[in-house]
């Protein structure tokens, strides 16, 4: 028997009632490959975990929020791609996330915020201000507006928004320099979201409409933001996920200097023989730290 049919013998008499509120939000779409093995297998060890039905949901959330980790960019993956990868963006998160619940049969879309994609993932606590505001010339060459997915799923005849951006190892390491890092947990019952700065919302379309039941579109498009500048912020992120709680005790200053010798050092592993490139890094980094 298929995993997705030995899973819907276990979940379709405690769910039946609940697949009228809206098919669409529990059907597979082609990116969201609800019927994958991989997305059946986390499904199969949810249900034999707990039959609570919200718990489910917290179980579901917290897989997509930590299994995956958050990195910048687009990568057009389906769902089950994603789990294997390891790491993915919100739109990616999101997709892993919308397919296991529909995978249990919790109706499942997508939340959409038009944001500043210059500015939005780098909102600092007090401490770091102006240091981090320096930083965000690193997102210059984004766009002033992009789109920030999560998802919208329904318990209790509720739409909940909840948001698996942010694995919680990066939230720990980051969490003390940037409010956008503050831990995000769901408890079955009340929204989830990430903490963005109010400032760099532009249209938070999720609450003048219904969730959207598919972003596939959204996925198969091609990454624009130049892919040194990507690399370099997720190396950053990288940075703050597995040494930001080690530096936290440091003056702002010098975390973010640590935070640049080992972007660069991996930088010169990666590009060890592009000479040109590696001094045109280097010369940028030592005038944009003489200015932090």
Known sequence: QRP??????????EDASHKMEGSHFLSATSMCDVDSEAVQEIAQTIV????????????????????????????????????????????????VLVSILRALQVPAGFGELLVNG????????????????????????????????FVLLQLGGVWLRVDPSDDLRLSDGGKHCLRTLEPVVFDGFSDACLRINPLDVRIDWSL?????????SYLLKKQKAPPLRVQIINLGLEF?????????????NAQIHACWRYI??????????NSVLLKLLASATTGFSAKL
């Open 240 to 252: 703050i996920r597995n040494h930001g709680a080690d530096v936290s005790s440091q003056p702002p």
């Open 208 to 216: 003048s409409r219904q969730p959207m039941s598919s972003i596939d």
């Open 118 to 149: 210059k500015g939005y993932l780098l909102w600092p606590t007090p401490a770091f201000g102006h240091r981090i505001e320096r930083c965000k010339t690193l997102l210059s060459e984004f766009n002033s507006s992009t789109r920030h997915f």
């Open 48 to 95: 034999a975990a707990t039959s609570d039905r919200r718990q489910r949901a917290v179980l579901a959330f917290e897989h997509a929020q930590n299994a995956v980790l958050y990195r910048v960019g687009i990568y057009s993956d389906k769902s089950s791609d994603t789990l294997r990868r390891g790491y993915g963006s919100c739109s990616n998160k999101a997709n």
């Open 264 to 273: 660069m050092q991996q930088l010169r592993k990666g590009y060890e023989e």
């Open 4 to 13: 997705s049919a030995a899973l819907g013998a276990l979940v379709c008499m």
